[in-house]
């Protein structure tokens, strides 16, 4: 649509209010309506309205392609979320069994430690004993 400094009256003469597109408006008597009339020597309207039928249906067939990708990785999200929590409450049932073993064999080592402190002090005493003689 090319811009003009010329109004619609000045192209189409009889009817003022005639738009080069082939729509033409008169306000009504009385009334703020205005009526609107289709020429029907413009039939480019009808591909218009096609092709836009044809894009928003386009744009519809997109928001649902969107959509269900949206629902498959939020699916994805919560398995994921779900693997997590397990994963997260096996170590932490892990950790505790091996505190718990460390804590029992800990002692147990430390007496080990002393048992054989005990018998090395024991050992070297005897020896200076039986050395001296």
């Given at each position: 649509m090319a811009s003009n400094s010329h109004s619609c009256s000045d192209f189409y003469g009889a009817s003022p209010y005639r738009s080069r597109e082939g729509l033409s408006t008169r306000p009504t008597a009385g009334s703020d309506e205005i009526q609107l009339r289709i020429d029907p020597m413009h039939g480019d309207l009808d591909d218009e309205i096609t092709?836009?039928?044809?894009?928003?249906?386009?744009?519809?067939?997109?928001?649902?392609?969107?959509?269900?990708?949206a629902k498959f990785q939020n699916d994805f999200i919560s398995q994921l979320q779900m693997t997590l929590i397990k994963?997260?409450?096996?170590?932490?049932?892990?950790?505790?069994?091996?505190?718990?073993?460390?804590?029992?064999?800990?002692?147990?080592?430390?007496?080990?430690v002393v048992l054989f402190a005990l018998l090395c002090f024991f050992l070297v005493y005897l020896w200076s004993k039986f050395s001296r003689r």
């Open positions: 092709s836009l039928r044809k894009q928003v249906r386009q744009l519809r067939n997109v928001a649902q392609e969107i959509e269900s990708e994963a997260q409450a096996g170590v932490k049932n892990n950790m505790r069994k091996l505190n718990r073993s460390f804590i029992r064999e800990g002692s147990n080592h430390v007496m080990h």
